[in-house]
């Protein structure tokens, strides 16, 4: 019987304790500015590496890259083009003559 007086003297003393407990005072506003910090860090975009390649970027990239082989293709179709080519193996020593071949 004696323990069963501990555990409502126990019980007497654990409700007389929230007696003494002492009222918060918080910031009217506290819960707005609580969640205006959490949702923040949502908002923020992180770093990205390629963000100045817009597609007005890679447009422009391409129109240039499309010229340049335009040009490319045009000089190579030059008339001159087998001409300069045949000076520039002669002139080095790049052509082989039927005869040096070792396939015949």
């Known amino acids: ?14 409700l007389n304790s929230a007696d003494s407990i002492e009222e918060v005072e ?8 609580a ?3 959490m949702f ?3 908002e923020k975009e992180p770093f990205v590496l390629w963000s100045w390649l817009t597609p007005q970027v890679q447009l422009a990239a391409l ?5 340049i082989n335009v ?5 190579l179709r030059n008339e001159y083009y087998d001409d300069e080519i045949s000076n520039f193996a002669d002139s ?4 082989v ?5 070792l396939m015949n």
Request: overall charge negative; charged content about 30%; glycine content about 2%.
């Open 1 to 14: 019987m004696e323990t069963h007086k501990d555990i409502k003297q126990k019980i007497e003393a654990t």
């Open 26 to 33: 918080i910031s009217p506003f506290f819960k707005e500015n």
């Open 35 to 37: 969640l205006r910090q």
């Open 40 to 42: 923040s860090e949502k």
């Open 63 to 67: 129109i240039l890259i499309v010229a």
């Open 71 to 75: 040009f490319t293709m045009m000089q």
């Open 92 to 95: 080095y020593g790049l052509t």
């Open 97 to 101: 003559d039927a005869s040096e071949s």
